[in-house]
C-alpha cells in the first residue's frame, strides 16, 4: 500500500534479462546425473522476471489492430487486421528469454492503457482467469 492506503501501482515492467548473459547448462545437467528428474531444482536466474499474468496481459498490447478492424468496411482488411492481430500477440514468447514464474495463488495482475483494462487472477491451480475491456 502506498502513503494513502491505496495498492501499489507498478509504472513500469520489470527489465529483461540480457540476453547476452550467460549460464551453464551442462553445469546445471552435471548435478542432475542419478536423481530423479522430479526432484530437480532449476535455478531461478533462468525464469523470465514476470509471472505469467504479466505474460498473459502482454499479449493484449495490440487491441488497437481490433479496434481499427471493428470499424473497417473491406473485409479482406478487416481479416488483414485480426490476423496482424494473432501474430503480434505472439511476440510475449518472442521477447521472452526463459519461462515466467507461475502465478502463486490468488495473485492479481492489473494493466490500465488509455484504450484497454486487463485483469487476471489465479483462483486454482487451473490456467489464470482473465477480464479484458477494450
Known sequence: MDENGEPWERSELPWLKDPNAKFSLWSILKDCVGKDLSKVAVPVYINDPSSLLQKVA????YTYLLDMA???DDPFMRVSLITAFMVTSQTVAEKSIGKPFNPLLFE???LKTKNLKFFSEQV???PPIAAVHA
Open 58 to 61: 502482454q499479449s493484449y498490447e
Open 70 to 72: 471493428s470499424v473497417e
Open 124 to 126: 486454482s491451480h487451473h
Open 108 to 110: 492479481t495482475f492489473e
